[in-house]
């Protein structure tokens, strides 16, 4: 009885284990902790108010940017395909990053990879006053101008907003959004630079 | 009943064999098997509350949001840890709603979800990073001795009610997973020294680091606690100290692999004091005993997840000894392996299936009041467990099932099946049942303890004769598991942003406890005396049913305010059967509380400060004739810089002292819980 359990659990596992082969794909380790940001990104599009100008066309798509190594894979793509917010749909560009900054100004929402730590105030300084949503999770990231950032606390994803920022690149931040958020004050030392 | 036994062990290798066959073949698919195809879950229908809930990874490597497991499931996180001021892990658990934690003296715990507490309480599974912690030896939880670094928890996820499906028999009435936190997330060092009047002094240092592609941590401990109060507040013999390091190393290469490999080594002294019966005048003797835990484990664990699938094999060994000179000396040998998979079938199924194997080896000494048979043992045990969630109706209903089948020396063979229902009434409210069902296997104990608890002086009126005679309780290989099918209904609600609010119930229905059944006393000639034993032998022949609600409620009042509050009811009607000739008590009724409640404040206070403050009642317990009481617990932290952090915390602030337990079976003297205070400094860099 017993020997034909283990033989019968044997061939289910195997069974099994080829059905999910079909499914399966090699991805990043933590690719669930990018799965949830690639949701954040989704929802601050519906939550944030670009200016009209910003936009040529009324059904212009959002174009979402990725700067430096990708580490949400497909996953942002997939998110985003097909979906609307309005008349707008979506587009995920993807920039080498490093000294490269050309072509940023088209994007409307700007991930910022934490492999550009070291150029982070060279890209937030080259979309200054564009109307960009930066996004980014290096420490830091908010207080230097950037508008949100990412941080994860007990496993959970949460997010910083520096509104001074959101209003010096003209976007309007619901305040949906901004409850739950924490709030972070840019330092002093980029206030200082004019916009 | 004997030879039936015999018999199923003769199978045990075979079946062994087959499910590692299984293992191989399922790691060798497994490799062959990472290729292309997607299925990624539509997070864009989440709100941003939703995705704040998220999980970004769980025990099973899965992506699983509290509000959403169809069963009563409480985090404790490393927040709620650092600012209750909590000093222990069972301390930290006051915090569950529901469960009961009652302090026996100051280093033994009586802590149970939905009854039955008791110093070896044997319904409650705990594990440490996916290595189990209760001991076969009496099937319980050497609490004195489960301990880490408590800055490096991650958090204590608490399952009340049956888990038996994924983690096995014993997770009867709950399982508490402590989950320590990856090596990357604790670089760096933190240095943490501490005095109080209780817990006189300890101190701890923990360093991390990172090189190439490994992160990893080393960490060593030390405290010591001074004696409590007896009741009659004279002091006690029940001081403690221990001694503990340990590391952690993860190597997360490029890829869809990572390896973890951590390990524990301990030492701990403590004190006690026992009343043992004799068999010359005065028949019985009260002590002052001191006695040793020590112990090691190592763990290896690796994992490959992708976006459709993850998998993970496990291994560990650990030791245990315990040697309490005038009681018992034991050596426990465990060496564990467990393989799982999890992956997505289409879009709307995820299917989980395991398989485990599990080998003890037990060797006692004996003392004249507790003896074992046979003294030197190696125990095998083989599970595999299969588990399916379906969702149904567009997301909205989800149907989890799935059983776990597993053989043990004793009893052969156990299966536990389970069925979860979770309904999504609206994205802020959800409703779940379950109905499952969980043993609990018999314990070396049950099988073949002799403990002579109680010696009748020769020629009085209960004992005539002129020999002493001794009550003794004796194990059984007649012994079976404890069965239990349990019905959950639970309901959770996110009111607003700020608020939330959580209801489980349940109703469970036990059959085959423990007894002890009376035998046919004989006379015993050797050793010296001669003497009269009265024989009680475990059976299984009490029943009945349980039911209770836990409610829990968060409020973050303004965002610098937090309240939670919980209340828990405990209904126990057990009773033993018609045929049971046990003469004690129907006992477990009255020694669980009826009403738990409490009700926690945290507030963050300008210049870094911070309170957390906690009102607590627990019931009485009629059985023990422990009174009821309530403790006000406070704790102020305060960070001037993110780098250093103060701590003072008070406990038991309302009384100067409450007893909250009588140990069952071991006769040690209970002490009081004090009025306490405890203060720390806390450097990171």
Not at chain 2, 357 to 372: A, P, T
Not at chain 2, 436 to 441: C, D, L, M, Y
Not at chain 2, 526 to 543: C, H, L, R
Request: net charge negative; glycine share 8%.
């Amino acid at each position: 009885m017993l020997r034909r359990l283990g033989i019968l659990i044997a061939i289910l596992g195997m069974t099994l284990n080829w059905t999910s082969a079909a499914d399966a794909q090699a991805g990043d380790a933590d690719s669930s902790e990018y799965l949830i940001k690639a949701g954040f990104i989704y929802n601050f599009a519906k939550f944030v108010e670009w200016p009209s100008a910003a936009f040529s066309q009324p059904d212009s798509p959002i174009v979402i940017g990725v700067i430096g190594t990708d580490p949400f894979g497909s996953v942002l793509d997939h998110i985003v395909e097909d979906k609307k917010i309005g008349p707008r749909g979506f587009v995920v560009k993807r920039f080498k990053g490093g000294k490269d900054l050309k072509d940023l100004k088209d994007c409307k929402i700007l991930f910022v990879s934490a492999s550009e730590k070291a150029h982070v105030d060279e890209i937030l300084q080259s979309v200054k006053g564009l109307p960009i949503l930066t996004v980014g999770e290096t420490s830091g990231f908010a207080e230097r101008g950037g508008v949100i950032r990412f941080t994860l606390e007990d496993n959970r994803v949460r997010f910083e907003v520096n509104v001074e920022a959101a209003h010096q690149a003209d976007l309007n931040i619901s305040s949906r959004l901004l409850t739950l958020a924490r709030i972070i004050p840019q330092t002093a030392a980029t206030g200082r630079n004019p916009g | 009943m004997r030879s039936i036994r015999k018999h199923s062990r003769g199978a045990t290798t075979s079946a062994g064999r087959a499910m590692l066959a299984a293992l191989a073949a399922a790691l060798l698919a497994a490799n062959s098997g990472a290729q292309s195809g997607q299925s990624v879950p539509d997070v864009t229908t989440l709100s941003m509350e939703d995705l704040m809930n998220m999980q970004v990874t769980s025990v099973s490597k899965r992506t699983q949001k509290v509000a959403d497991a169809a069963a009563a499931v409480f985090v404790i996180t490393q927040e709620d840890i650092r600012r209750s001021g909590a000093t222990s892990i069972p301390e930290a658990l006051r915090l569950v709603p529901g469960l009961e934690v009652a302090r026996i003296d100051e280093n033994k715990w009586a802590i149970a979800s939905r009854g039955f507490n008791g110093r070896f309480d044997n319904k409650l599974l705990v594990l440490i990073d996916g290595r189990s912690v209760y001991t076969p030896l009496f099937s319980g939880v050497y609490w004195n001795v489960q301990d880490v670094m408590l800055e490096d928890i991650d958090r204590i996820e608490v399952i009340r009610g049956p888990g038996a499906t994924l983690w096995g028999a014993n997770a009867v009435n709950g399982v508490i997973n402590i989950i320590s936190k990856k090596a990357k997330d604790t670089q760096g060092g933190v240095v943490s020294a501490g005095a109080g009047t209780e817990e006189r002094g300890s101190s701890s240092a923990r360093y991390g680091s990172t090189i190439g592609n490994t992160a990893y941590r080393a960490y060593g401990k030390y405290f010591n606690w001074g004696p409590s109060l007896y009741s009659s507040g004279t002091t006690a013999h029940d001081g403690w100290d221990e001694l503990r390091g340990g590391f952690r190393a993860d190597w997360t290469p490029a890829g869809a692999n990572s390896l973890t490999l951590q390990g524990d080594i301990y030492q701990s002294k403590y004190g006690e004091t026992l009343t043992v019966p004799s068999l010359s005048a005065p028949y019985s003797s009260t002590f002052p005993n001191n006695g040793n835990y020590s112990g090691g484990n190592i763990l290896g664990r690796w994992n490959h997840s992708s976006e459709g699938s993850s998998m993970s094999l496990q291994m560990y060994y650990d030791n245990t000894t315990i040697a309490d000179n005038s009681l018992f000396v034991d050596h426990q040998n465990i060496f564990d392996m467990d393989f799982q998979q999890g992956f997505h079938v289409g879009d709307s199924q995820q299917f989980v299936w395991g398989l485990g194997y599990r080998s003890i080896r037990d060797r006692n000494d004996s003392s004249f009041s507790v003896s074992l048979q046979p003294n030197q043992v190696t125990l095998n045990h083989f599970s595999a467990f299969l588990q399916d969630e379906v969702s149904l109706v567009d997301n909205r209903l989800r149907l989890t099932f799935g059983s776990k089948f597993e053989h043990n020396d004793f009893t052969g063979f156990e299966v536990q099946p389970n069925a979860r229902l979770l309904w999504t009434l609206t994205p802020n409210q959800s409703v779940w049942t379950a109905v499952s069902r969980a043993v609990r296997t018999p314990a070396l104990t049950e099988e073949g303890l002799r403990l002579n608890s109680a010696v009748i002086p020769p020629a009085t009126l209960t004992n005539p004769t002129p020999f002493p005679a001794v009550v003794t309780v004796f194990g059984s290989h007649q012994f079976q598991s404890e069965d239990l099918l349990a019905y959950e209904l639970g309901y959770r609600v996110q009111v607003t942003s700020s608020l939330s609010a959580d209801i489980a119930t349940f109703y469970n229905n036990y059959s085959n406890l423990r007894t002890a059944e009376p035998g046919v006393p004989s006379l015993e000639g050797s050793p010296a005396p001669t003497d009269i034993v009265i024989p009680f032998f475990a059976a299984n022949k009490m029943s009945g049913g349980t039911y209770g609600a836990e409610l829990f409620a968060d409020w973050k009042v303004i965002p610098k305010w937090r309240l939670v509050g919980s209340y828990s009811y405990l209904q126990m009607d057990i009773r033993k059967d018609s045929d049971s000739l046990d003469p004690t008590a129907d006992n477990p009724n009255g020694s669980s509380p009826r009403h738990q409640w409490y009700v926690r404040s945290s507030i963050d206070l300008p210049m870094h400060f911070e309170d957390d403050t906690t009102l607590r009642f627990v019931d009485h317990l009629p059985s023990l004739n422990i009174p009821s009481y309530y403790s006000l617990d406070a704790h102020l932290g305060w960070r001037p810089v993110q780098l250093v952090e103060f701590s003072i915390g008070g406990q038991n602030l309302l009384n100067n002292q409450h007893l909250e337990f009588i140990p069952d079976f071991i006769n040690t003297a209970p002490t009081v819980v004090k009025r306490t205070v405890y203060g720390s400094l806390t450097f990171r860099f």
